[in-house]
């Protein structure tokens, strides 16, 4: 027990007395100290890796979202062209003889 206490009381002593940090402290720990900076740079690299594929990935929704607007539009058109020339040629063949109004209509009585 007491030499527990001496110990630690010897680590606390050389700590206050920056013996701790010597040289042989560093080369009795090399190992130790280049696998905890490996893995520091591991970590930092992998955050950013992370950081860069979420922003990629916010881009990409961003243009998703714009690509199926327009083709959401583009398929209105196409639909909307579809229906009046299929009415026309509707028209042509059961030879009636209907003609799109150049005029907007207009009432004859207000009432």
């Given at each position: ?59 990409l929704k ?26 026309k040629k ?6 009636i003889n ?14």
């Amino acid at each position: 027990m007491a030499e527990k206490a001496k110990n630690s009381t010897k680590i606390i002593k050389g700590t206050l007395q920056g013996r701790f940090l010597s040289f042989e402290f560093f080369k009795r720990n090399a190992v130790y100290i280049i696998a905890a900076v490996i893995m520091t740079l591991m970590y930092i690299s992998n955050k950013y890796v992370c950081q860069s594929s979420i922003k990629e990935m916010m881009d990409l929704k961003i243009q998703l979202a714009n690509a199926q607007t327009d083709c959401v539009n583009a398929s209105a058109r196409y639909n909307s062209m579809i229906r009046e020339s299929q009415m026309k040629k509707l028209v042509d063949t059961m030879h009636i003889n209907l003609d799109a109004p150049e005029q907007p209509p207009y009432k004859l009585i207000d009432q």
